[in-house]
């Protein structure tokens, strides 16, 4: 097997999170990363570092801080202002190779998936991508990282022996965020970067930024399958009466019913609300891992054997042609009433 640029004798114990910028502010994985992240440290007594890359970025620091990160190891460069593929494998690289953490994280968005795969290439080393969960074997100080294969029919625990970093990805959604104590302090350590711009292949021409929702944490989502026929403005319409937002299954998102952004599930979005109203959904595990971490979960389904029942709080065996449009009608003439 070919061994990994550092290996287990070299490592530092350390966790490192990469700090994902977002619209000028850590992104919220970065932030629930950390949380999970604190976990694991504190069991172990090491250090949590957040790899935080970018032009100007050093006052994201305190947020860092404020989520339970030790220490800060930041390459500020007006060549990391915006995301590029090769300025920053560079600079993670430069960073991971001068530090040696025992175990790196990412998001699994499509900047930590793209930066992941190069660095496990770059670093011989191993990669969990789209894991469900984390932990430490405290015996052998391995990371514990659960995948699931096989849609769902098998969940692998993945430990790596020799090699370093121990990588993972986790999807937004997977952890909670932790509690910020803004009194909190830790050390700001800055990296002089060796970037030069004649590295970098990709030209930033335009960034345009969509105007979706984060369906990750919306307080109700009306989620609508198969079963729905494409008619999505019934569901738009249950869902403005909740406060909530729209999801799909997948089969509607190829069909282009609605938005990729919105498909729910292992390659979609997982999503933690108060309510998740399941119309029309057959209850796959490809969908239902999007949904698990909701409260209450209210599935309305022709079929009585549907396996979303089994996941189900409230299982409505009904037409959801015929059940939505009654519950909106309800709804609505309730809301009439309190108005007036
Ligand atoms: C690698 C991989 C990844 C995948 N990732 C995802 C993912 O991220 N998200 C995802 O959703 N899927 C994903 N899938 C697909 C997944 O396996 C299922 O095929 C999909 O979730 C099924 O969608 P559905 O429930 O809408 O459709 P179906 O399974 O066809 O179910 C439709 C349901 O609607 C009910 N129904 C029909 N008419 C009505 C009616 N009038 N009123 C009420 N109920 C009605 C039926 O009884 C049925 O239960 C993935 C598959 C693979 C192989």
Known sequence: MVSSLYGIDQE??????????????????????IAKGREICDQLGWQLVGLLLGNKVSELAEIGF??????I????????????????????????????????????????????????VRLRTGLNADCTDLRMNLQDERLVCEVSGFGGGVLALIEMAEHRPQMATVRP???????????????????EMNLQSDMIQTHLIERSVGKDVDLTSVPVLVAGGRG?????????????????????????????????????????????????????????????????????????????????????????????????????????LEREVSIG
Not at 66 to 71: F, K, N, P, Q, T
Not at 173 to 190: A, C, K, Q, T, Y
Not at 262 to 285: H, L, N
């Open 228 to 332: 729905v026929d494409g008619d999505f403005k019934m569901l738009e319409e249950l869902a403005q009466l909740l406060g909530g937002e729209i999801g799909a299954t997948r089969p509607p998102v190829d069909e282009g019913h609605i938005q990729r952004e919105r498909q729910i599930g292992q390659t979609g979005v997982v999503s933690s609300p108060e309510i998740a109203i399941c119309c029309g959904i057959s209850g796959a595990f490809h969908f239902v891992v999007g949904i698990e971490k909701a409260d209450i979960v209210i599935a309305i389904n022709t079929d009585p054997e549907a396996p979303i029942f089994d996941y189900a709080d409230y299982c409505i065996v009904a037409d959801v042609h015929q059940f939505v449009p009654a519950l909106i009608e309800a709804l609505s």
């Open 73 to 120: 190891w930041m390459g500020d460069d007006p060549l990391l202002d915006h995301f590029t593929i090769e300025a920053y494998t560079f600079a993670t690289f430069q960073v991971l190779m001068e530090h040696k953490p025992s175990v790196f994280l990412l998001g699994a968005t499509p900047n930590g998936r793209d930066l992941a795969g190069r660095l496990a």
């Open 12 to 33: 530092g114990k350390s966790i490192c999170v990469f700090l994902e910028v977002e619209a000028g502010g850590l992104a919220g994985i970065s932030l629930e990363l």
């Open 173 to 191: 959604g997977v952890f909670s965020l932790g509690e910020p104590d803004l009194n909190r302090n830790g050390r700001l350590v800055p990296i």
């Open 66 to 71: 404020a989520y339970g990160l030790d220490e």
